[in-house]
């Protein structure tokens, strides 16, 4: 993701005006989100104020000498610079945010949200920006096309996290007007506990990965007993049946998986959120080895499971602990 470049001064009024209490949105709003030209403002750049003091030079020197195609061009490139103000407010008018969503990642890991932006009307729209903290992403939009925007934001603790003020802007057709607009979607999105760098082994398993059980199916077969009534007619050994008196049923035998109880009482020793670091390093641990494994909270249990849901329901119990 490409880092942001040094502001112009535009851009640092904008940051500073989006505190004052008219600047919209105030509060976080659902989506989706329409821009519509009550909420977007429009500036000139630095380069546009430097023509700005060029026209007005040129107007004041061609008013003094009466030069009329001196102030004809004044008035012709002062022309071309309110339309570039114009075309660069359009281009943001009727644009619409419509989903934002992100994939859980641990506290201090950065999070990709995905946006999905769409262009009403019959209009093109380049060189759009999208700066989210740090983070900046210029894209371009074709008239009614739908597009994904990934833009990477800084999470710091876990628990639910929204993703603040947003900024769309552009300095389109000329570079003379940059036209911007806030977005602050009302969308949660959520962070796990930071993982434990150092933590110990897991806890020893309840049951060891050894033990075997009887199935009817399986991949190792075990031994041949006798039919009993309710088998299955297919697991019958008719040829080792045939040599005695009596049917024959295969039974295969299976490993039994080890299971993993995860206490949190079983760590009193360490400080609370110590204990949720050490808790999710264990669950992502657990997962890696193919383990079952349960989740025991003070007013949480999560039975013995494997998978990647039963890692998210563990990582999210943790997450949504309450902060002390």
């Known amino acids: 993701m490409p880092e942001v470049k040094s502001r112009d001064v535009v851009e640092r009024f904008g940051d500073r005006a989006a505190r004052w209490a008219?600047?919209?949105?105030?509060?976080?709003?659902?989506?989706?989100?329409?821009?519509n030209r009550g909420r977007i403002y429009v500036l000139p750049t630095s380069f546009g104020l430097f023509l700005a003091g060029v026209i007005t030079a040129l107007l004041l020197g061609a008013l003094n000498y009466n030069n009329n195609p001196?102030?004809?061009?004044?008035?012709?490139?002062?022309?071309?610079?309110?339309?570039?103000l114009v075309h660069a407010h359009l281009l943001l008018s009727g644009l619409c945010i419509n989903?934002?969503?992100?994939?859980?990642?641990h506290a201090g890991q950065n999070m990709q949200l995905r946006m999905r932006f769409e262009?009403?009307?019959?209009?093109?729209?380049?060189?759009?920006?999208?700066?989210?903290?740090?983070?900046?992403?210029?894209?371009?939009?074709?008239?009614?096309?739908?597009?994904?925007?990934?833009?990477?934001?800084?999470?710091?603790?876990?628990?639910?996290?929204?993703?603040?003020r947003m900024r769309i802007s552009t300095i389109r057709p000329l570079g003379l007007a940059r036209a911007w607009s806030w977005i602050r979607p009302d969308t949660h999105l959520l962070v796990y506990p930071a993982l434990e760098a150092q933590a110990p082994a897991?806890?020893?398993?309840?049951?060891?990965?050894?033990?075997a059980?009887?199935?009817?199916?399986?991949?190792?077969?075990?031994?041949?007993?006798?039919?009993?009534?309710g088998d299955?007619?297919?697991?019958?050994?008719?040829?080792?049946?045939?040599?005695?008196?009596?049917?024959?049923?295969?039974?295969?035998?299976?490993?039994?998986?080890?299971?993993?109880?995860?206490?949190?009482?079983?760590?009193?020793a360490l400080p609370y959120e110590a204990r949720i670091s050490r808790l999710a390093r264990w669950v992502v641990n657990a997962e890696n080895s193919n383990c079952r494994y349960s989740l025991r909270l003070p007013q949480e249990f999560i039975a013995s499971g494997s998978g990647m849901e039963q890692r998210h329901a563990c990582l999210r119990a943790l997450a949504l602990m309450p902060h002390v």
Not at 72 to 81: E, N
Not at 140 to 164: P, Y
Not at 213 to 229: D, F, T, V
Not at 249 to 260: G, L, M, N, S
Request: net charge neutral; glycine share 6%; charged share 25%.
């Open 22 to 35: 008219f600047i919209r949105p105030k509060k976080p709003e659902p989506l989706p989100i329409f821009l």
């Open 70 to 84: 001196a102030i004809f061009l004044a008035f012709i490139i002062a022309a071309a610079a309110h339309n570039s």
């Open 99 to 105: 989903t934002l969503h992100a994939e859980p990642v």
């Open 119 to 164: 262009a009403k009307g019959a209009r093109d729209r380049q060189g759009l920006e999208l700066v989210c903290g740090d983070s900046e992403e210029k894209f371009n939009l074709l008239a009614r096309e739908q597009i994904e925007i990934s833009v990477s934001i800084t999470t710091v603790r876990r628990g639910w996290m929204q993703t603040g």
């Open 202 to 211: 897991l806890p020893e398993a309840q049951g060891e990965g050894s033990q």
């Open 213 to 229: 059980r009887m199935h009817a199916q399986g991949e190792h077969l075990h031994q041949l007993r006798e039919y009993r009534h």
């Open 232 to 268: 299955a007619k297919k697991q019958i050994a008719w040829k080792a049946s045939a040599r005695g008196e009596h049917l024959l049923v295969r039974e295969y035998e299976t490993q039994t998986a080890k299971e993993i109880q995860l206490d949190w009482f079983s760590l009193s």
